[in-house]
């Protein structure tokens, strides 16, 4: 038996002294274990936990830390007898998604051989968790637990994450993201009390046509193998988690697979030193805990006629052990696979894998029957028991590193919610963004820049599940065409094809793909006559969310992205890639073929769109951004408001985004996040003064000069000599509001027949649902606001004091219509919304949007007399036909993001230029005595009573609020934007719930605080 570095004396102290304490230790426990909740196990032997960085080890705790280990091990090993030392050798496999007959067999299995651990396969955490405890408490010496979770726990547990597969990570440069990764299955793993992941896959896939490796591989390369099989290991070590690299001595140049017959292996000694053994090399240089044998047949490593490497002496013990110096755990590959279970008698296999040098047998077919086996070549002198305790010590000091030499005891108290947390949600979007590959490109195809008159459509092949074309509409107009299923011949596509001239791109979409060539890559002959015929029409860009084996099939054209996989990280990635929000920097891990080689990849640029990103990736607590959830649920069942959208944006991403409530109390209608709101007074700084921006850097419209020298209708009237700053700064005379509407009635009561119609008519406009109004009601109004009065409210000097008005915006609506020749709304969805990729906002959102898609406002029983839904709730813009200077405009948060985006990117975004750098900071600023506000822009001051602005703002903050409950707040020097859209006003407009609670000021807090610093 191998001595600890204490000696002899030592061991037997030890061993007297904890006899007692194991005897009582690991039998069933008769008292509550302590509970452990694993944030992941970090022993100093390993690498410290921040990621990343680089630790020098503490020799002295390095040798504290095995001397510890050693009188662990030998201790437990001292009471064993030689049955409980032949179970140590054994992993059995077991399921959680089973009934009590097979869980009662897995506990007596336990408890009748001592085995040394289980595989878990299939099941759900919660109930694996369970057992996990049930079989602990069973076992005389703790169980190492493992699994084959080579893309996370999800490769086998339901309600669990799934990482991207091998293949994937083989795209991405950077392998510290890769260590990260395995960082973060191993938290996951050790919170589920697994101690050991059969991972990474350290296999040079140099056969395309391998049925069993394929996408498990990092790819065709040994050294891409090597280094981030290496940074997955590590990640996992990091962790408190055992990588076992698999399958020695490499299984990537198979056309067989070894769970059916043993594959043959016929290179070269010298060949398989350069290619399939460096990854291991490299690993066992990196001191890996395990390696995985694999059900192969290597002619140039064992002479011996159809001998798996599992079995063979030459590979285990001569190759592995001795040549390359591995000194950790060697398993088995699964001893019930049929590569390695023909030509034994049951329990040989496992006899001879045990003598060939394997330390763990894995998985077999026949517990009884290979215990017996090896219990009788022992107790004969076949086999020498000091080289069993030799490995059973070695598996015992494994114990001790993952933690088994503590009581443990997984708590199921949100085990769910840990298996899915944001960190690791966080890596795994971060691994798709990285591995998006352009394989090839035409010149100046993406990323798409001009939104506006570029026209684009979309076609999914077989996407059923896929939210791709979801992906696409955040960024701007894409025509959509599905295909549910794969076309078989032209009758299922043509009619794309005849409308595809129209577009100047059509973004092909392949999904359901798979990795066997004989299938074709699951993609239909008709799909590539498909893409054929769309490339007479117009440019196809073909993007694959699948093997890149794949790509062989589309050598012909000319634009090629490579997703890899169906995950909506994936499709997420992409669509940022096609639309310039993310940079491509991924290359092909394998060859397809001559036009799609291994490393190829073409970089891409990004033009800085909005797109989603974690808090933690932006300087801001997530957990503190939660607290709005409780805000607002609480506003809605308080009845601030039925229903809302909530949008946080820090340095050009969305750091939160959330829906929340139904568009009306008590019904099944909820809100989401395409839901379309009415801005009410957003209109201000979300239309007319970003018209206003535009046209004054244009010097078209001069903030000194009198309203007057734009609209000579003004000479003569009381608002002859208003400036245009001073209507911009709400201090020109105006009145704050004037219910034009009243004119509009009899008595206020009944509809004038000189204005209204009830039916619809090329002419009318639309005031609400079955009320129209005639156009010559635009002049009317503007004769009304002419000859308003103006409000008596001035300072000493005479001068007019601030007062909010909508009336002065009416009239900025004229100044800029009468300046750009256009209509406002014409004006802007040309030069500002359809460029932005604005989809969603607009004017009269019926002409557009399905009623559904649009929350109601108020049950209006004085003027309209009718439920408003889907036209402007504001009175005197329903009366110009739903187009106001003041009011009018719908959208919803995720589009007016990209809208204050650019403003907060001084003027850019998409890649193109719509306003000077100091234009927006220009109107942002306040230069009036007379208020705090800045050119149309509210801005936070300590004086004003304002129940929407946040007490921590900073003080170049702007912004505005709109009465229907919508609020928008950009800060430039924290890089922050809050867009939040509510219908505080339905039923009731008197509903002044949302001020009183200051929803939008507590939720605006949080936010600041939230930053990292404030």
Known sequence: MQKSPGGKILLLLTGIFLVSFIGSRFQK?????????????LPVIMRKPEMPGIFKPNVAEIKAFKEKQWIWADSVLATMTLKEKIGQLFMISTYSNRNESHYSETQRLIEEYNVGGLIFFQGDPVTQAKLTNRYQAASKVPLMIGMDAEWGLGMRLDNTMSFPKQITLGAIKDNNLIEKMGFEIGRQCRRLGVHINFAPVAD???NPDNPVINYRSFGESQNRVANKSRAYARGLKRAGVIAVAKHFPGHGDTDVDSHVSLPVISHSKSRLSSTELVPFKNLIADDIDGVMTGHLFVPALESASNTAATVSKNIVTDLLKKELGFQGLAFTDAMNMRGITRGFDAGGAELAAYKAGNDVLLQTANLSAAFEKLYDAFASGELDEEELNSRVHKILRAKYRVGLHQKTHVDLTNLVQDLNDDQSQMVKDQLFKKAVTVVRIQPSTIPFIQLDTLAIGSVEVSGNQSTFQEELSNF??????????????????????????VLDYMIVSVHDMNSRKSRNFGVSPSTIQMIRELSKKTRVIITTFGNPYGLQLFDEFPNLICGYEEETGAYRAVAEVLFGALSANGTLPVTASSSSKSNYGNNSANLGRLTEDFPENLGMSGKKLNEIDGIIEDAIDQKAFPGCQVLVARRGKVVYHKAFGTYRYQRDEPVTKETIYDLASLTKVSATLQAAMMLNERGLLDLNLKASDY???????????????????HQAGLKSFQAFWTLTKTNGKNFKNDFYEFKRSDENLQVAEGLYIKPSIRDSVWRWLLDSDLTTRRNR?????YLYSDLGLIMMQRVIEKISGQPLEEFLEQNLYEPLGMTHTLFNPLNRFPKEQIAPTENDQIFRERQIWGTVHDPNAALLGGVAGHAGLFSNAWDLAKLYQMNLQKGVYGGRRYLYPETVKHFSTNYTAKSHRGIGWNKPHPDADL????????????????FTGTVVWVDPDRQLIFIMLANRVYPRDNNRKLMQLEVRRRVHEVINAAVEGV
């Open 476 to 501: 701007g107009k894409v025509v959509p065409y599905k295909m549910r299923v794969k076309p078989s011949s032209s009758k299922d596509w043509q009619y794309i094809v005849d409308q595809a001239d």
């Open 797 to 801: 000097d005479g001068s007019f004091r």
């Open 947 to 962: 129940s929407s602005v946040a007490s921590n703002a900073s003080p170049n903050t702007y912004g505005h609020t709109g």
């Open 204 to 206: 040079v896939n140099t």
């Open 29 to 41: 426990a008769s008292s509550t274990p302590s509970v452990v909740k694993y944030d992941g196990y």
């Open 711 to 729: 609209l000579p209708e003004l000479a003569g009237t009381n608002k002859e000599n208003m400036i245009v700053g001073d209507i911009l700064f």
